[in-house]
């Protein structure tokens, strides 16, 4: 049988492995545009599956960039930088300028300044070793600055390619259609129309008659929450709407649930505000130290959800991790799920999130 290509992410159609890039159900074939399980569930259910992609494989893929001359076009979340950026990027991309998007900008708070958060984005890019042209904002989802963000990348790329790379849940796919959308009036063409892919599903999208965009996988950074819940749950845990910061005063001995996913304990220090950023769904509960381990063993998936049975049943045991803020306006970041703000420096915390989830200490966004 002649290979066929994905309409959607550009993998080669297969039926055999439901694990596997490009896997559709045998029925699949009889439609006229055929897309693979995945592009099917994001496109129809606007769910995000990961793609067992090896480090290698990824590596490759930008080492192919690196070859060539274009401009990069890193996106990552804003909502979790942390998680959602790609380290050693200059380094794998060669010598090709890099334009760093953040994206979600509407789940922040709308007191949050802008121009701070751009600063902030460049400042962390370039502690991660990565000196970006320039740093833009939108909403990909409610297309906001992608207009802005049009120009610019014409204006960087100077007539040459332009390669989008990003993790998983970024929203990648999401703005290249909005971006699409506004130039063409094609609806959804990442996942309707044909873009023949290359090694490891690049989606070629012409700009001129020299040269195009291409959309690239979603890198898989294994220490994020959302690699470890249902789709279900992580409808709850992903932010739709701007983000209504909860303060907890708490004293010494006191512990916040964030679900069942996360939990934050306050070891010792004078009372202290605890300034939450989760998704407005996600249920957080206090309760006293001495006590918090009883909760959990007796409401799991109850009074502490999410998770849900599913969640449940693949979650790794939570791991204690001992801090100690030092500063004042620290952010304790649990990767992919959301942060809380330390206005006040000089206490000791215990975090206890599912093994493999990574959590950051940093000076704080807002």
């Known amino acids: 049988m002649a290979e066929i290509q994905c309409q959607g992410c550009g993998a080669t159609i297969q039926t055999t492995d439901p694990e596997q890039p490009g896997y559709a159900p045998a029925s699949a074939l009889e439609r006229e545009d055929i ?69 979600k900008m509407d789940v922040l708070p709308k007191s949050v300044n802008p121009g701070k958060v751009k600063l902030w984005l460049k400042r962390s890019a370039k502690e991660h070793g990565l000196e970006v042209e320039d740093v833009y904002l939108i909403s990909a989802e409610k297309n ?77 950074h294994r220490h994020q929450m959302a690699h470890y819940v249902s789709d279900k749950d992580l409808k709850i845990i992903t932010p739709r709407k701007e983000v209504k910061p909860k303060v907890y005063q708490l004293n010494e001995q006191q512990t916040l649930y964030f679900g069942g996913l996360a939990r934050l304990d306050f ?33 799991l998936g109850e009074l502490l959800f999410p998770p849900d049975k599913e969640t449940i049943s693949q979650l790794p045991p939570l791991k204690r991790q001992e801090l100690k803020i030092r500063e004042n306006k620290t952010d304790i970041v649990f990767s992919g799920l959301g942060w809380v703000t330390v206005p006040e420096g000089g206490i000791s915390v215990t975090v206890h999130v599912p093994e493999g989830v990574k959590v950051s200490l940093r000076d704080s966004l807002i």
């Open 267 to 299: 070891e010792a220090g004078d009372r202290t505000s605890f300034v939450c950023y989760f998704s407005n769904e996600l249920n957080i509960h206090r309760t006293k130290l001495e006590k918090a381990d009883e909760l959990y063993d007796q409401h």
């Open 35 to 103: 897309i693979c399980k995945r592009c099917f569930r994001l496109k129809h259910y606007n769910e995000v599956q990961d793609v067992p992609y090896q480090d290698d494989d990824f590596l490759e893929m930008l080492n192919q960039i690196s070859h060539t001359k274009g401009l990069v076009v890193q996106i990552v979340d804003i909502f979790d930088f942390n998680g959602s950026f790609i380290s050693g990027m200059k380094r794998l991309t060669g010598n090709n300028p890099v334009i760093l998007v953040g994206n």
């Open 144 to 220: 906001q600055g992608i207009e802005e963000l049009s120009r610019a990348i014409d204006r960087y790329r100077n007539g040459k390619d332009v390669y989008v790379v990003g993790t998983t849940n970024v929203g990648k796919s999401t703005f290249i259609n909005t971006l699409i959308s506004n130039t063409s009036g094609v609806k959804d063409a990442i996942t309707t129309s044909y873009f023949p892919g290359t090694t490891l599903g690049f989606i070629d999208i012409p700009l001129d008659e020299q040269s195009s965009l291409f959309d690239t996988p979603g890198v898989i």
